[in-house]
Structures are given as structure tokens and as C-alpha cells.
């Protein structure tokens, strides 16, 4: 149906069509001749490195000693590498855009994007002896790996640089040498594949010797070997080109052919890529590059070709191949379907007709209605496809006409969902600014799927794209804090006025919607380039305190960390401090931080209390605490049992804290323990061992009584002042325990008791004389006579008197008791009181 003005970069590969997209010409550097370069290229619109061919002739310009260019898609100069070290074999990226660089001595350097170098590491002893004469850079489960093939014919791989070193098997012997090899990943191993003559050697780890595949091409000829080998992206197609320009497509495990094809080209090929579908993991045809020319051949065995520059470096991605030149930068794709549907020629999708019921609407045609009737019936598909199709363009123009599309066609379905729309809308204006020249990162939507948009923002933020990055991460609703620390550590790093530093961060900061901000983190980095001063800056805007005092107790800065601590409320935080600036710090100086927090100094008392009594009073006099003296002085009286001796200087220390009750109960206590020692000794000898020693007061006074002892009682009661109404509750209970009842009798008559009578019923009926317990509920108060009268099972005088007192509640529990219900005549009797009572209302 519709005819766009980009289908002329359509072809047809017999099924399936293709297209070359244009990416971003390339602006190289005016010294900068690709033809004369070994170009390395990241996947993934990453960037490339460039390095003198030394195997090429041609002119020398700038320095004599090898220089590796780093460059992104656009031709801007991102860094350079001034190589130093030996014989340079091979180059490669990382899938975290990292390039690594492996020597002849199987050592392997690895830079990041900007030229810094980041790590080494070896291969390994044997390999660094023999030296290395190739090597390849691999993706594998692990990480980045790397291969190399030794002076001797044998192969080491490490799957990544904490991997440990893998040695292959044996190459099994042979006249001729191997011409290609590559490294596979399959699951967590990596094995390679040998080209030899006109058959495959593979070299699988844990084997003895090399397997050898042979007869792989239906008609060999004479002097026939393979000089290529190419494994596809995802490792699952394999593709042969022999010195006769015979080529060999099929799977990895080369059990199934695809197809053999004549390119009827002798001159070496320069590279061959597998092309990636975009709709699927699979992969359908190659592209060959030859000087000025390029030949796309898929497994049906039909071509295309093209004219090019005299060189150019093919770049393998998982939905394409990226093809970079002289003069221009461009992709190759199977057609995406959804693209395929809605703008081939005569076609007869839903989407196509949609599309140009769309256009017509636009034009304010009646035609709009006839197209859309034709998809009506589909048009929920119609519009998935307008949708899918837009993330696939690259020109805006298009996803735009697309876009309106959707939007017209989504109209028509009832209860329609936009969320799939509202995202792609959102990805593909994210996909269009790293488009864009200046960020310079030509990514697919399938790309940038795969990579998930915290590693593009991840990238961006590494590429200092600062603002980009936090419009991106808005649009996307992430979060923006990694962002702005990321920024905040280039501040630190490079701008040298801490004020300014700190004013840009704090403003920048300042958003309550921005989550997640740690200034430790900045101040931290601050510290690490020599600017305590901006670390203190930043840290006092850090409002967590667990994760601001261990920096201020890196910088020294006691007194703020214990301040911190304190405040935060933590007290693990700040036990923490306390035992940390104690090894740091002079004891007189820590003591003198600590005073003036209350919290701190409590429990630092706490912790010496628990680990050294020495190092508490030192605390104590130091603040000349009597008070505190005064107990520590108690507590180690007490625990070494050697309190009487102590109390004169337990009581003298309270008396210079000004504590005069507790200086005057040491006092009593002195006494206390100098009367017991001699009532001791003294009663011995007629009761037996009795320790008085130790005892309270009160204790002391009742082990008298019960002794009999009553004027010796009487005395401790009159020289410690005793209460009257503790030595009556004391006098009645021995009395009671016992049994002088006319004694106790005696004494409740001696004079008014201060402690009222119901503590006499009680000493009563807990020896269970309800007899003696009688005389004295008579002299309780009118009120608890029934209770006590129940409590001492004498019912009739409960009833008799709770009638006198017409008591219905006191009635009624009476005649509930089971005593009560066995004795009909004092039942008789309690229900012609109830009777009485009623009969008064």
C-alpha cells in the first residue's frame, strides 16, 4: 500500500528483504586514515579504538611509537593510549565497554573508554614464555574473555580476568598449519574452532587431542583450504570461506548445512559477520567485505552486493551488522516485519491499511473510511504493529507518522490499553537524543531493551553526559540519585574551590524528590583526594548518622562524631564512637569530649562499669562526681564484703556531694551493723547461731520479737525512729505466729491501735482462730464487720448484723455460701431478714 521515501534502502535477499540504515556520518580526525588502521569497534553504538597497521604500508605521521586512538561513532577523539609496553597482538572491547589490549607476552592491559588504564593481568606462565603470535577478545557467561594461540600451536583462554586460565587440548598433528580459529560460548563453556586444509578441528576443554570434522564441502577441489571462519552473534551459526571463494554456511556444530555458495572472488575477504534478526535471536545471512565491496549472501544461497569505500570495518550486533567507513556509517537489518507489513509494496496488511486510512484522514478524505473498514476487524493488531514498527525507525519523521497512527487506530478499540504506547513513545524519544551527534550512541530499540535503561543511563553518567542522563532517568521515572553523586564526585575531582563545590551540590541536592542521595559518598571521595575540609563541608549535610560518624572519626574529627551520635540517639552508634576515639585519644582529652554529652558520658559509664571498675572512678574524679564516688565506693564494699569498714568513707564522700540523707543512712547503717554484731555474740550463747548481721531494720526488730526480746526491740525502734504502725504490725504478728493470745489480747487494750483492728482479725485467721478472731471484729469499723464476719465463717453474727445495718447485698452473699445453704433454720432466719428488709422499702 503506502510507499515511504526510505524503502529505496530496501533489498531483497530471496525471501527476505533487508535495509541499510544511515547512522550519523563520522567527522574523523584530519590525521586519521582508516585504510592504514587496525580498527577495533564496541558493539552496541560503543566506541572504537584505532591503532598503525603495522602490516600496511603507509605514512608516517606524529609520533614514532604506537598510539591507540579511542574515538566514538561520530569521529569525536574520546582518548589516547601512548603504548609503552611490548608488541601489541590484538585488540578487543568488553561488553562493559572496556578495550582490552593483549601483548606478546600474554599479558593483558585493560583501559577504560577514555584512554585510563585500569588493570592487568597474565594468561599465564606458559604462554608469556612461548609468546603469543594471535589473540581474540570473547563475550562469555563469566565476563569478557580472552584466547590466545602460542608460538607452539597451543591454545589458553580465561573466560574473564578473575577466571581461572583454561589450557585446550591438543591440535592433532599435521604438515599444515591452522589458517583461522574462533572462540564460542556455549552455556558456561568456551571452546574453539580450528580452520586446517578443508576441515574443522575443535578443541573442547577436559579433552586429550583436538576433534576433526571433514567433508563439509559437497565438491572440494585441489589446493582448496578454509582461510575464514565466522561465528554468528549468539554462537549458533557458523560460517567457512575457502582461498577458492567457495562459501560454507550452517550451524556452530556443523550437523546441518544451510547451503555452499560460489562468491566467484579470489582476493581475501577483509571480515564476514552473521546478520541478526531483529524479530527473533536467529540469523538467516552473512555479510563478506572485500576491498570496495560488500556481498550479502543469505542460506538460500542468494546475494546482493554493493559498491564501497576501498576499506571499511564491519561490526557484528544482535539484530544487524554495522558497517563504518571513510565517509559514512551505516547498519544492515533483515527487515523487521512489522515494518515489512505496513510499507512493502502492495501490501495487504491491517497495519497498511490503517497507515493509509490515517493519511487519508489527514487529507480530510472519505477514502480514510473505505481503508478503514478494510481492518476494522484486526485493527487491534493493526495498531500493535504501527507501534512495533515505530520503535524499530530511526528516521523521527517516520516513528512520528507511525505514532499518529496508533494514536488514530487505538480510537477505534474500546477499552483500549495505551500502556504499550505510552512506553515505546517514551523509549523512542530516549533512543532519538542518544541518537543524537553530540551523545554519539546509535542504538536499536532491541539494544537498549537488551541493555536495560539503568546500563544506558549507567553509560551516559561514565561519558559525563550529566544532563542527559537526569532528562533521561526523568523521562523513564528512575531514579537520578546515582546520577548526581556521579556528578557531585567529578565536582570533587576536578573543581578546586571547596565553597563553590559545596554550595553546586547542596543546590543540586536540595530536591526532596531525589532519593537516595548519600553525601557520605561524595565526602568520602573528597577525603580519598586530599579535601577534608569539603568532606567536613559535606557531611554536615548528611542527615544519617550511622553513616556520618565513621568518616568524621576517619578525619579525626572526634567531637563532631560523639556530637552526631549522640543526637542520632543510637546507642550501639554511639558505643561504637566511644570505644573508638578511647584508642585515639588521651584519656583527659576523651574525658573532657564526653562531658559535655550527657548521653555519650552515660554510657561510657555503662560500658567501664561492665569492663574496667578503674577506668569508671577515674571518670568519676575527673568530673569530682562524690555522689558517683560515694557508690563506687558502695559497690565494691558490697561485692568484697567489707561494708563497715567503708561507710565512714562511703558517707564522707557523700557529705562532699552535699547527699545529707544518704550521708546520715551510711551513718545508721554503721550503727546498725555494730548493734547486730553484738546482738550476735551476745544471743548465741541462749538461742544458738542467729545472724542478726546484714539484716534491715525491720528484720532485726522481728527476729527479736519472736526471741521474746521485746525491750531490745523497743530500743532499735526508739534509736532508729521505727514507726508506730510498723512495730504494731510487727508485735501482733509475732504475738499471733506465737499463739500468746491473751498477750495480744493484752496489747490491743493497751492503748488506741495506730494500725486499727482488722490487722488483729487478720493475724487471727491466718492461725485460724476464728474464736479470738471475734473479739475483735466487734472493734472494727461498722463497715468491714459483715466482711470480716464471712471471712471468719461466724454467719449468723454476719447476718444478725448486716440486718442491723440493712445490708441486702451483705444478706444475699451470706445465703450463697454452701455452710449457709446446709442449715435450713439459719437460712429461715436469713430470709425473714431479707423479708424484713424488703417490707421497710
Not at 21 to 35: C, K, N, Q, R
Not at 107 to 129: H, T
Not at 687 to 698: E, N, R
Request: proline share 4%; net charge neutral.
Amino acid at each position: 500500500m503506502p510507499i515511504m521515501h526510505d524503502t529505496g534502502e530496501w533489498f531483497k535477499v530471496r525471501p527476505d528483504y533487508y535495509r541499510k540504515v544511515e547512522l550519523t556520518t563520522p567527522d574523523w580526525p584530519i590525521d586519521l586514515d582508516l585504510e592504514y588502521m587496525q580498527v577495533v569497534v564496541a558493539p552496541y553504538g560503543g566506541p572504537l579504538a584505532a591503532i598503525r597497521d603495522r602490516t600496511k604500508v603507509g605514512p608516517v605521521k606524529g609520533s614514532a611509537k604506537p598510539i591507540i586512538r579511542i574515538l566514538d561513532t561520530t569521529g569525536q577523539e574520546l582518548g589516547k593510549i601512548l603504548w609503552n609496553h611490548g608488541n601489541l597482538v590484538a585488540m578487543g572491547w568488553s561488553d562493559t565497554e572496556e578495550l582490552l589490549c593483549v601483548q606478546e607476552n600474554a599479558v593483558v592491559f585493560v583501559y577504560d573508554m577514555f584512554g585510563r588504564e585500569k588493570e592487568s593481568y597474565s594468561i599465564g606462565q606458559e604462554a608469556s614464555v612461548t609468546k603469543i603470535v594471535e589473540a581474540k577478545v570473547f563475550q562469555s557467561t563469566a565476563g569478557t574473555g580472552v584466547a590466545v594461540m602460542t608460538t607452539s600451536g597451543r591454545i589458553f583462554l580465561k573466560q574473564s580476568s578473575k577466571a581461572p586460565m583454561r589450557k585446550l587440548p591438543d591440535i592433532p598433528q599435521s604438515s599444515a598449519n591452522c589458517t583461522c580459529w574462533e572462540i564460542i560460548t556455549e552455556e558456561r563453556n568456551s571452546y574453539c574452532l580450528l580452520g586446517r586444509e578443508r576441515e574443522i578441528i575443535k578443541l573442547f576443554p577436559g579433552e586429550t587431542v583436538g576433534t576433526i570434522t571433514a567433508n563439509l564441502f559437497e565438491k572440494p577441489t585441489d589446493g582448496e583450504r578454509i582461510i575464514k571462519l565466522s561465528v554468528s552473534y549468539n554462537h549458533q551459526h557458523l560460517a567457512l570461506y575457502t582461498n577458492k571463494g567457495l562459501l560454507w554456511l550452517g550451524s556452530v556444530d556443523m550437523r546441518q548445512k544451510y547451503c555452499e555458495f560460489d562468491t566467484g572472488r579470489k582476493d581475501m575477504p577483509l571480515q564476514i559477520e552473521w546478520i541478526m534478526n531483529s524479530d527473533n535471536s536467529d540469523s538467516d545471512a552473512v555479510v563478506i567485505s572485500y576491498p570496495s565491496f560488500l556481498l550479502i549472501v543469505n542460506r538460500h544461497a542468494d546475494r546482493s552486493d554493493f559498491p564501497y569505500d576501498p576499506i571499511m570495518f564491519l561490526v557484528a550486533e544482535m539484530d544487524g551488522v554495522r558497517v563504518i567507513t571513510q565517509n559514512s556509517h551505516e547498519m544492515i537489518q533483515r527487515l523487521p516485519k512489522c515494518v515489512e507489513n505496513i510499507f512493502a509494496v502492495n501490501s495487504q496488511e491491517p497495519a497498511s491499511y490503517l497507515f493509509e486510512a490515517q493519511k487519508k484522514f489527514e487529507e480530510k478524505s472519505y477514502k480514510s473510511d473505505e481503508y478503514l473498514s478494510m481492518c476494522r476487524s484486526q485493527i487491534d493488531l493493526a495498531v500493535n504493529e504501527c507501534i512495533a514498527a515505530a520503535a524499530h525507525e530511526f528516521c523521527t519523521e517516520t516513528q512520528k507518522s507511525l505514532l499518529r497512527t496508533a494514536y488514530f487506530g487505538k480510537g477505534f478499540i474500546p477499552s483500549h490499553n495505551p500502556d504499550e504506547y505510552i512506553r515505546i513513545l517514551r523509549i523512542l524519544r530516549v533512543l532519538n537524543a542518544l541518537r543524537h551527534p553530540k551523545i554519539a550512541m546509535p542504538l536499536t530499540y532491541k539494544q537498549f531493551s537488551y541493555l536495560k535503561p539503568e546500563v544506558v543511563l549507567s553509560r551516559l553518567v561514565f561519558r559525563k553526559h550529566y544532563a542527559i542522563a537526569i532528562q533521561v532517568a526523568k523521562h523513564l521515572k528512575l531514579p537520578e540519585s546515582s546520577i548526581l553523586e556521579h556528578w557531585a564526585y567529578h565536582k570533587v575531582m576536578h573543581d578546586p574551590n571547596d565553597n563553590e563545590v559545596a554550595r553546586k551540590i547542596t543546590e543540586k541536592f536540595k530536591n526532596p524528590s531525589i532519593e537516595g542521595i548519600s553525601f557520605c559518598n561524595i565526602a568520602e571521595k573528597a577525603h580519598q583526594s586530599g579535601r577534608d575540609d569539603l568532606a567536613i563541608k559535606l557531611l554536615e549535610l548528611e542527615p544519617r548518622a550511622f553513616l556520618q560518624v565513621p568518616l568524621l572519626l576517619k578525619l579525626g574529627k572526634y567531637d563532631r562524631a560523639v556530637a552526631s551520635a549522640t543526637q542520632s540517639g543510637d546507642t550501639e552508634l554511639v558505643t561504637t564512637v566511644l570505644l573508638e576515639i578511647k584508642k585515639k585519644m588521651m584519656l583527659s582529652n576523651f574525658h573532657m569530649i564526653i562531658n559535655g554529652y550527657p548521653l555519650a558520658l552515660n554510657m561510657y559509664k555503662k560500658i567501664m562499669a561492665q569492663s574496667s571498675r578503674t577506668a569508671l572512678y577515674d571518670i568519676y574524679n575527673a568530673m569530682d562526681d562524690q555522689k558517683a564516688m560515694a557508690e563506687y565506693h558502695f559497690l565494691n564494699a558490697i561485692e568484697s564484703n567489707a561494708l563497715e569498714s567503708n561507710l565512714s568513707l562511703i558517707a564522707n564522700s557523700y557529705t562532699q556531694g552535699r547527699r545529707a540523707v544518704e550521708a546520715e543512712l551510711c551513718t545508721d547503717t554503721g550503727r546498725l551493723l555494730k548493734l547486730q554484731k553484738a546482738l550476735t555474740t551476745k544471743h548465741n550463747s541462749v538461742h544458738g547461731h542467729i545472724p542478726f548481721y546484714g539484716m534491715s531494720v525491720h528484720d532485726t526488730m522481728l527476729q527479736l520479737l519472736r526471741m521474746g526480746e521485746q525491750k531490745e526491740a523497743e530500743k532499735i525502734k526508739s534509736d532508729f525512729k521505727v514507726p508506730d504502725r510498723r512495730y504494731w504490725w510487727l508485735r501482733i504478728r509475732t504475738l499471733a505466729e506465737n499463739h500468746k493470745w491473751d498477750d495480744l489480747e493484752k496489747f490491743s487494750k493497751s492503748k488506741k491501735s495506730p494500725i486499727g483492728y482488722e490487722p488483729f482479725v487478720e493475724v487471727c485467721m491466718e492461725q485460724e482462730n476464728a474464736r479470738e478472731a471475734r473479739k475483735y471484729i466487734a472493734r472494727c469499723r461498722e463497715d468491714r464487720k459483715v466482711y470480716w464476719y464471712i471471712r471468719a465463717k461466724l454467719f449468723e453474727e454476719a447476718a444478725d448484723c448486716a440486718y442491723e445495718q440493712r445490708d441486702r447485698h451483705g444478706l444475699d452473699e451470706i445465703m450463697r455460701k454452701e455452710a449457709v445453704t446446709s442449715d435450713p433454720s439459719l437460712l429461715r432466719k436469713i430470709a425473714d431478714y431479707v423479708n424484713g428488709l424488703e417490707a421497710r422499702r
